[in-house]
């Protein structure tokens, strides 16, 4: 086991990670944080770093994958939030 999440950092993760080269791992969950989902960074050790907590503002609940291009900026998609409650396509730049 690399990391136990405790719902303030992340409940029920979902989709592929992604390493990097120094072996960081980012990928989702779809609940937690604020109630809304994260995404994380995970080191080799396994300690976490949440990248960005979703407030239902600015979308709720992403799944599937992060895809990363190569500026090192992440993209995904949540099923909900947004201004109409209807998911959003994100970009988080690290």
Known sequence: MLHNFNFSDG?????ELIRDAAGDLYGMTEFGGLCCGVIFKLDPNGNETVLHRFN???GA???G?????R???FFGATTA???FS???IF????
Do not use: I, M, R
């Not at 994958?65 to 291009?69: A, E, I, K």
């Not at 970009?91 to 690290?94: A, M, N, R």
């Open 86 to 88: 209807s998911g959003v």
């Open 56 to 58: 239902a503002d600015d």
């Open 71 to 73: 500026a090192g900026n």
């Open 11 to 15: 409940y029920f993760s979902n989709g």
């Open 91 to 94: 970009k988080l730049t690290p």
């Open 81 to 83: 939030g947004g201004q």
């Open 61 to 63: 609940n992403p799944v």
């Open 65 to 69: 994958g992060l895809v990363q291009d």
